[in-house]
Structures are given as C-alpha cells and as structure tokens.
C-alpha cells in the first residue's frame, strides 16, 4: 500500500476533541494510535497499547455505523425519503 492510497489519522492523548482536517485527540488513550485507510476505505490500527487499539477500534465502528444505524431507524418508521 501506497503513501498516496491511504488517509492518515494521527491521534494523541490530550484532550477530547475532533478535527475536521484528520486528527483527533482523545483523553482515554495511553499513546499515539494512526489509522490508515486503503482505497476501499478499510481502517488498519496501528497503536502501542492493546487499550488503545481497541479503544480506537470502538471509535471507528461507531463513526462508520452511524449511517447505517440513521438509515436503518429511517426505513423502519417509513421515512427514508427524509434522506437526501
């Protein structure tokens, strides 16, 4: 894999707070965890704790569920066309 085909998340362990241009900073996490994301968009965690990889894990299924959950509770109410 490529430097070009894959989005960089740098994240350290001060604060919470979320950065639009790609990093995040969380205060639950020990050290530095980078994810990387291939050309079909499929995370890989890279971190020096296993806390910090599965805290990370966690935030990348729910960030990347949100959607589908939103969507779901839309279609079962019968107000998908809500959705542009």
Same mark, same amino acid.
């Given at each position: ?6 989005? %960089?998340?740098n994240?350290? =362990?001060?604060? +919470?707070?979320? !950065?639009?241009a790609? &990093?995040?900073?969380?205060a ?5 965890? %980078?994810?990387?994301?291939? =050309?079909?968009? +499929?995370?890989? !965690?890279?971190?020096? &704790? ?16 949100l ?16 959705l542009?």
């Amino acid at each position: 894999m490529t430097k070009t085909m894959r989005k %960089t998340w740098n994240l350290a =362990a001060a604060g +919470v707070a979320l !950065v639009l241009a790609g &990093t995040a900073l969380a205060a639950a996490l020990q050290g530095p965890v %980078t994810v990387y994301y291939d =050309a079909f968009k +499929v995370p890989t !965690v890279e971190a020096t &704790t296993e806390h910090d990889a599965i805290y990370m894990q966690g935030y990348l299924h729910a960030k990347n569920r949100l959607f589908q959950m939103d969507f779901q509770r839309r279609l079962f109410s019968g107000r998908v066309s809500e959705l542009r």
